[in-house]
């Protein structure tokens, strides 16, 4: 099954909410080469090179599961002989953050390369639980805390899940990492100069470990081309209008959500 579903399939019917949906796929589609020009690996290996500790950084912790995740890698993926975290994010594609229940059970983040984060540092969420990391998100924990960590401890070996998540930013740029202050969408609204920008997200058992991997793949849609397609336009009008005040906020739509509505 493909990670990247229509764009209709986005925005489920009814109103705004939390929901996690996920739907069985192949690990090695997702995780696997996608991009021939080689481009991708190309900016990945621009961001680490120019800052390590900021784009792709482990703690001890995370060591077992990047040791295990590079014999995936090679046995998989075709990536072998790999034995740092930094040097995994040159030559995989997607993002990927590797986490490790601690002795509590809560999933902790030990590590990643995160080169296209999306309004967020790994650096700063480094050796967190998910709850904390998602705490910032309005509404996120108390709808989903619970099933997460739930699905995370009973994820079988040899499964992948993937699932989506999106937003609406100002740039196709693909890094934009805190430091970076990409500016919020603001009026007047231009939808060729807004993007829909999706986060395709795979998340994959490391059995010996008990860890699990996350990647994250991008896609990015210009607005004027998703208000031609009618049925995630109005998806999308309707996830805007149903939105609470607090996740508009969050997503820095609050300032022209209602303008927005009116043009897509």
Partial sequence: MSPRPPLSELFPPGPFRFHLTLKRGDAREFFGPQDPTGRLLAERAKWIDADPPRYADLQPEGEPLLAELGELAAREWGIAGVTSVRELGRRLEPDMLLLAPDADGAYRLRGGALCFPTGWALEEKMGQTLDDIHGVVPGLNAALAAPINQFLSRLKPGAVFFRDNWGIVTTDELNLHTSRRAPAPALPVQLDRLWLRLEYQALLSLPRTRGVLFGIRLGLHR??????????????????????????????????????IECV
């Fill in 223 to 260: 607005l004027d081309d998703v208000a031609r397609d009618p049925e995630a336009a109005a998806g999308l009008r309707n996830a805007l209008a149903t939105m609470p005040l607090e996740m508009a906020a969050y997503k820095r739509l609050d300032g022209i959500r209602s303008k927005l």
